[in-house]
């Protein structure tokens, strides 16, 4: 298989006690190397379900998620977060930064997970974190930042790995158009120069247009726009 990522007949419901609520219905995805694609659809139509899917976060209902040829239903937690620290970035909606840490430790976090050496790690952070605009806020913890700073650290917390796919869910959000732009620049830069995919979730039809392809979200379905 030379896809990175395959959704192949994937229904996802959540369950909250005795209610069922139907998100995504028999949906296919197959995203490449190097490809870039935009998930829009109307809020609550299950864009940020169907990425946790695709991180491996979640487990579809029925259907099955390959990583990179690997079905992910039949590996343990263990082996899917390992796979996905080797593989993945992901900017979530809701930043999920951890709030005893600094910016840039929180950025240096995923190097220094997979065992590189601490100064090294630091150094790139504190480069990524220039890039972000943010050099002034290195020592800074979530509390003491803006949303959009925040949003900026959890950017480049998802870019410093250099991840052969990102999943990004609104990563512009929060952000004002210089921003935003300067942060999809290194989104796009990273898709570009090292071939990696990128599949991001926005409402901003001009940003989807900087997408090769751009799905829609419907119904549980996906379908090209
Ligand atoms: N834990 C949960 N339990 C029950 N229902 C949930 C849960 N999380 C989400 N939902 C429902 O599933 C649907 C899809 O949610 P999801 O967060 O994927 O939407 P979304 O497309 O990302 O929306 P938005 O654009 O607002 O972020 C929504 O209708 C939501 O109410
Ligand atoms: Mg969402």
Redesign the pocket.
């Given at each position: 298989m030379n896809n990175l990522i395959e959704c192949q007949q994937v229904s996802y419901h959540?369950?909250?006690g005795k209610?069922k609520?139907p998100?995504l219905e028999a949906l296919n995805l197959s995203i490449s190397s190097g490809e870039s694609i935009a998930i829009l659809?109307?809020?609550?139509?299950?864009?940020?379900?169907?990425?946790?899917l695709l991180g491996g976060m979640s487990q579809p209902s029925k259907g099955k998620v390959h990583l990179n040829g690997t079905n992910l239903g039949q590996l343990s937690e263990d082996k899917i977060t390992e796979l996905r620290a080797q593989h993945l970035g992901f900017v979530y909606?809701f930043h999920h930064l951890l709030k005893d840490f600094s910016a840039l430790d929180n950025v240096a976090m995923p190097l220094l997970i997979r065992g590189d050496d601490k100064q090294v790690a630091l150094t790139s952070a504190g480069e990524l974190l220039s890039k972000v605009g943010l050099k002034d806020r290195l020592d800074h913890r979530p509390a003491e930042l803006s949303g959009g700073e925040r949003q900026r650290v959890a950017i480049a917390r998802a870019l410093i790995t250099q991840p052969s796919c990102l999943l990004a869910?609104?990563p512009t959000g929060n952000l004002d158009a210089k921003n935003a732009a300067d942060v999809l620049g290194l989104m796009i830069e990273l898709n570009q120069a090292q071939n990696s995919a990128l599949v991001m979730?926005t409402?901003d039809k001009k940003i989807a247009q900087k997408m090769q392809r751009i799905l829609i979200?419907e119904n549980g379905q996906l379908s090209e726009s």
């Amino acid at each position: 298989m030379n896809n990175l990522i395959e959704c192949q007949q994937v229904s996802y419901h959540y369950n909250s006690g005795k209610i069922k609520t139907p998100v995504l219905e028999a949906l296919n995805l197959s995203i490449s190397s190097g490809e870039s694609i935009a998930i829009l659809g109307q809020s609550g139509c299950g864009k940020s379900t169907l990425l946790n899917l695709l991180g491996g976060m979640s487990q579809p209902s029925k259907g099955k998620v390959h990583l990179n040829g690997t079905n992910l239903g039949q590996l343990s937690e263990d082996k899917i977060t390992e796979l996905r620290a080797q593989h993945l970035g992901f900017v979530y909606q809701f930043h999920h930064l951890l709030k005893d840490f600094s910016a840039l430790d929180n950025v240096a976090m995923p190097l220094l997970i997979r065992g590189d050496d601490k100064q090294v790690a630091l150094t790139s952070a504190g480069e990524l974190l220039s890039k972000v605009g943010l050099k002034d806020r290195l020592d800074h913890r979530p509390a003491e930042l803006s949303g959009g700073e925040r949003q900026r650290v959890a950017i480049a917390r998802a870019l410093i790995t250099q991840p052969s796919c990102l999943l990004a869910d609104e990563p512009t959000g929060n952000l004002d158009a210089k921003n935003a732009a300067d942060v999809l620049g290194l989104m796009i830069e990273l898709n570009q120069a090292q071939n990696s995919a990128l599949v991001m979730v926005t409402h901003d039809k001009k940003i989807a247009q900087k997408m090769q392809r751009i799905l829609i979200l419907e119904n549980g379905q996906l379908s090209e726009s």
